[in-house]
């Protein structure tokens, strides 16, 4: 085991000369008794420490750090997280340069120390002007499965994907919004862990495999977001889904006032989905319990808890974060229409600039141009015809996605600050005038940007994502956590 130490901590002797590399990591791994292993481009400390007993942490014990000086190392490091409490293994992905790639894995002995290492470490300045990221860590243990033929039931849909991989827990498969005796055409499938869902993701991405004679589609799901337990406590709103399109919301409001007359505060309706806002909450949950799987207008509609957003550890992990190259899916922008929901697991690829930095999307990177012969015949075609597949801008994606829900288009309202320098900075409020409430009459992201254009990209950006939180779970995958599936990938 000290040969392997030795041989660690040696790893990385390019970035700063080998003596004072394995000095400073030994001489960690002396004082704290941590071993460390280099395997599979990342580099453990602990995992478990020492003295250890008894299976790992749980989930949410884990955090992401991103935006590491790629000459940092864990003698560097773990000195900072140790501040939160007790390391139970920290990953650092490393380059066959010997270099950092700029983002690592903590996993602490207790969720309550994750949480307090996010609170303290989040933007910390850990370098004169060099600030990391800090969010928590989710294992994926879904898969969206794309193309799916419509017809299908969830047993079908549950005992094909037994039979073709490992590993499978459930599948979650919603009706058709005009036809509920049909699917969307996509489905969830949930493995027992990550790794038997990158497995399954492995023998089913090539693009070839077939169902039903139909080539599917696959790629990672959004995980299920852990929300603070005291936050869900005061929630009072519902959100129901699976909904006729042409259940209305006087319908909704009176349905769910017939077990107890003036409950409901409103209702707010997007196509087959809504939320019921409650005065209580102890209505709201008793109101859920009798009305999960009721009918409504024919409709077995499916009732919970709508879970909240928090402002402060979500979005602005979701904008402070380093954008990875490898990072493949930066946003996912929801099909309203019952094509190929893509988007929910295989988002389309956005290019973004955030914190001055560029990440290239497929899209600047795979534009070509075609000859445009004489004679050939053109066609007038609205913009509004097209897939959200055609869109490569945020901006023409969110005013593509309101269209489809019958809202008015966004409206953009520009504002600007200057620094000492005498720079602009811009930022541009989004209102949707449709569903403007007094809960949520805009959409403003917590950056500025130097260009109107990056400044209305971000903005358009934000909104989707915003728009997408309130809607469920299953929805679309955030920056960071498409920066650890990229990293889950090179691991498994």
């Not at 349905?255 to 806002?277: I, Q, S, T, W």
Request: charged share 25%.
């Amino acid at each position: 085991m000290h040969e392997e130490n030795k041989a660690a901590a040696n790893g990385c002797g390019k970035m700063r000369s080998g003596t004072q590399n394995e000095a400073a990591l030994l001489a960690l791994m002396e004082k704290t008794g941590y071993n460390m292993v280099q395997e599979n481009g990342q580099r453990k400390f602990g995992g478990p420490p020492p003295g250890w007993e008894g299976p790992p942490p749980p989930r949410g014990c884990e955090v992401f750090v991103g935006k590491i000086p790629r000459d940092m190392y864990e003698d560097e490091l773990v000195p900072v997280f140790e501040r939160a409490g007790k390391i139970y293994e920290f990953r650092l992905m490393m380059e066959f340069s010997g270099e950092n790639r700029g983002y690592a894995f903590v996993m602490y002995t207790a969720k309550e120390e994750a949480q307090l290492a996010i609170k303290i470490l989040n933007n910390y300045e850990i370098r004169p002007g060099k600030f990391i990221g800090v969010c928590v860590s989710l294992d994926n243990c879904r898969l969206f499965i794309g193309a799916i033929p419509k017809e299908k039931k969830k047993e079908e849909i549950l005992n094909e994907m037994k039979k073709v991989t490992e590993g499978v827990v459930d599948v979650i498969v919603y009706p058709n919004a005009a036809d509920k005796t049909k699917n969307r055409g996509f489905a969830f499938v949930e493995y027992e862990s990550h790794r038997a869902a990158a497995m399954a993701r492995r023998r089913l991405i090539p693009g070839t495999f077939q169902l039903w004679g139909h080539t599917i589609q696959v790629d990672w799901a959004d995980p299920e977001k852990e929300v603070d337990e005291e936050a869900m406590q005061r929630v009072k709103v519902l959100y129901v889904r699976n909904l006729m399109l042409s259940t209305t919301e006087d319908t909704i409001k009176a349905e769910f006032n017939k077990f107890k007359p003036g409950v409901v505060e409103r209702v707010k309706k997007l196509r087959d989905y809504a939320f019921v806002h409650f005065f209580h909450r102890e209505d709201a949950v008793a109101a859920m319990s009798v009305m999960n799987g009721k009918c409504i207008d024919g409709a077995s509609i499916e009732v919970t808890l709508a879970k909240p957003v928090n402002k402060e550890s979500v979005w602005k992990q979701h904008f402070n974060g380093q954008l990875s190259p490898g990072s493949e899916n930066l946003l996912g922008l929801p099909n309203k229409g019952d094509g190929h929901q893509k988007s929910l697991g295989k988002p389309a690829s956005l290019s973004v600039r955030l914190n001055g930095q560029h990440s290239p999307g497929p899209s600047e990177v795979e534009r070509c141009t075609y000859p445009f012969f004489p004679g050939i015949k053109l066609t007038p075609i609205s913009v509004y015809s097209l897939k959200s597949s055609h869109f490569s801008s945020a901006v023409m994606h969110l005013d593509y996605f309101c269209n489809k829900n019958n809202w008015t288009p966004p409206e953009y309202y520009l504002y600007s600050t200057t620094n000492q320098d005498g720079k602009i900075f811009l930022v541009f409020k989004v209102v949707i005038p449709s569903i403007a409430d007094g809960s949520q009459s805009y959409f403003m992201p917590d950056k500025l940007c130097t260009t109107v254009e990056g400044a209305k990209e971000l903005a358009a950006q934000f909104t989707l994502l915003h728009l997408g939180k309130y809607k469920c779970f299953h929805s679309w995958p955030s920056v960071f956590q498409n920066i650890q599936h990229a990293a889950f990938r090179t691991q498994n």
